[in-house]
């Protein structure tokens, strides 16, 4: 099995996990736990790299030492350190690290003080009441644990197991903010965490709120978000804090903080940790400090009412909270050279949408009005081929009786223009799943595999290149196949994909579904930095299906993308000759 980049950032992390637990130096856990960021970041396969015997030791936080034991996993799937400390550790000690609230320190000295190594042993000393009476933890953090462990017995999984996908997280979100933003005095609330730099998927939802009157207007806030009628339970609820779980969702923390401090605390909560916790080592070295109140010089608060002021104290320009991940947004920032990162009113059109000619709801008509009245110039029309049999694909003469039908429409339309499509399977041997005599009468193709997952990933590789081959290959569907919590993205060379694009002037799509958000932040950097244009469209299945957009541009803004590296900016014209090939 070849060791993927996330399966050798699990191993250090685990690594960094176990040496922390038992207190080891910080700067060695801190060495695997950024490598293990480091490789997980990488749009690139390590396992490639060390295949063609390329130097390691120049990626970020990976020394010669590092290097060596990449390629040792690389070579035999395992690494001989983790081995022996799982050994020399009891079987259950890291599943501790799953009951939320609880770090590797908090591990270490429950272990020490308490010897619970294992989540039964935990139970037992939550329930004995030890727990509270151990520095740095107290009555409330038991109790905490305490829930934190029930929520895991009951099989409800704590962080990552149970992260929603960001649409669904929105669905939890806006309601919410609505009836906080409805409460008297409440003059902003603002969502957090990962879900403002709209992560795939998001755990528990993080909110700000500022009100206008600081007597009274905390607890009212307070009182309301408990009162919220999908609430199941109140965790915890203090003056300016609370914590509720959602019915059948997440759980939901909400802070009111002062106006001088909205700025602080919502940089503060949007995270990601690895950002701030670069940010606070550059306020050190300025002899600073920042935190969730704001950014103070000894007692003096010197900024933290808004973001942008946060960020200009440190001379750095506004980093969008997409770019917030500790992969190098905050040195571009210093030196006044982010991304201008595309946004929804860049979108042109949309390049990938069914009808019901095979598996969607709505006409050539319905979706022509839908898509003009999104503000679009232009709407690909693109069923699907004949493989896809359970969606109705068309054979080339329904497709050349669909292509007909556009041309018709299209004379009836202003302000809209569609395009003749057809999302075409790649056969499982890279060829197409229509003659070419049909494929040229198309504006553009949108290829895709829908089947035969599980080839190895050099064939599966061999297929993408070779469909590519094909001069009606216009764009690649959804490149990886992932559906997000459902199937992992298949074994394919993305960056041989990638670079077999760029070679043949054909284009990668992001789709833009909330399941799929394929190709994913990373591959869109990498296509950037190839010079590959990304086509970011929705795949809608009916009119409501355009507004799936948001998700895209998240997902490509999270991948550094601006407008320029969208295919689907451009105005129609300079749309029609990069379709030529
Ligand atoms: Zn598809
Ligand atoms: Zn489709």
Not at 87 to 116: D, F, H, M
Not at 118 to 132: E, F, M, N
Not at 345 to 372: C, I, K, V
Not at 387 to 412: E, K, M, Q, S
């Amino acid at each position: 099995m070849p060791a993927h980049n996330a399966d050798i950032a699990r191993i250090f992390r685990n690594v960094a996990e176990y040496l922390e637990i038992n207190g080891a130096n910080a700067f060695r856990v801190r060495a695997y736990e950024n490598a293990a960021r480091t490789v997980e970041s990488m749009a690139r396969d390590v396992a490639d790299m060390v295949a063609a015997d390329e130097d390691l030791s120049g990626l970020p936080g990976i020394g010669e030492d590092l290097a060596k034991k990449i390629r040792e996993i690389v070579d035999t799937g395992s690494l001989p350190l983790l081995e022996k400390l799982r050994a020399e550790n009891p079987p259950g000690l890291l599943e501790l690290l799953r009951v939320e609230g609880l770090g590797p320190k908090r591990v270490g000295i429950l272990r020490e003080k308490l010897g619970v190594e294992s989540l039964d042993d935990l139970r037992k000393a939550v329930d004995s009441g030890a727990v509270r009476d151990l520095e740095g933890f107290g009555e409330k953090s038991e109790a905490k644990i305490g829930r934190a462990l029930s929520a895991l017995e009951k099989g409800r999984v704590t962080h990552e197991m149970s992260r929603m996908r960001l649409d669904e997280a929105e669905g939890f979100a806006l309601p919410l903010l609505d009836h906080i933003r409805a409460v008297e005095g409440v003059v902003r609330a603002e969502p957090a965490g990962s879900l403002r730099r709209r992560k795939e998927t998001v755990g528990d939802l993080d909110m700000v709120a500022v009100c206008d009157d600081p007597e009274k207007g905390p607890a009212r806030v307070m009182d309301a978000f408990a009162a919220y009628d999908r609430v199941e339970e109140v965790v915890s609820k203090g003056e300016t804090r609370a914590t509720v779980r959602l019915r059948n969702g997440p759980s939901a923390d909400l802070r009111v903080v002062p106006a001088e401090s909205f700025g602080a605390a919502l940089h503060y909560l949007t995270g990601s940790k690895a950002h701030n916790v670069r940010l606070r080592g550059m306020a050190e070295d300025q002899g600073c400090k920042v935190n969730e109140y704001g950014v103070f010089r000894g007692e003096e608060r010197v900024a933290g009412e808004t973001e942008e002021d946060l960020y200009a104290f440190f001379g750095m320009d506004f980093i969008p909270p997409e770019l917030r991940e500790d992969t190098g947004e905050l040195e571009a920032a210093r030196k006044h050279r982010l991304p201008a990162l595309v946004t929804l009113a860049d979108m042109r059109g949309d390049l990938h949408a069914h009808t019901d000619a095979s598996d969607g709801r709505a006409g050539l008509e319905e979706m022509a009005e839908a898509a003009r009245s999104r503000g679009y110039d232009y709407l690909a029309i693109t069923d699907h081929s004949q493989a896809v049999t359970v969606a109705h694909g068309l054979d080339a003469d329904r497709l050349a009786a669909l292509i007909d039908a556009v041309d018709r429409v299209n004379d009836g339309l202003s302000g809209i223009t569609l395009l003749k499509g057809c999302e075409v399977d790649i056969l499982e041997d890279g060829s197409l799943d229509l003659p070419d005599s049909i494929l040229k009468r198309l504006d553009l193709t949108v290829c895709s595999v829908h089947s035969r997952f599980g080839l190895p990933r050099d064939a599966q590789t061999e297929r993408i290149v070779r469909a590519m081959d094909n001069p009606h290959f216009t764009i690649l569907g959804h490149p990886t196949g992932r559906l997000i919590g459902k199937r992992e993205p298949y074994a394919v060379n993305m960056e041989r994909v990638i670079a077999a694009a760029a070679e043949r002037g054909v284009f990668l799509e992001l789709n833009a579904h909330p399941e799929r958000l394929d190709l994913d932040d990373r591959h869109c950097r990498a296509a950037k930095e190839a010079g590959v244009l990304v086509a970011v469209s929705t795949d809608a299945h009916s009119p409501g299906g355009l507004d799936t957009m948001r998700f895209g541009l998240g997902q490509a803004r999270r991948g550094w993308l601006e407008a320029k590296d969208v295919l689907n900016t451009r105005s129609l014209r300079e749309l029609k000759k990069l379709l030529k090939r």
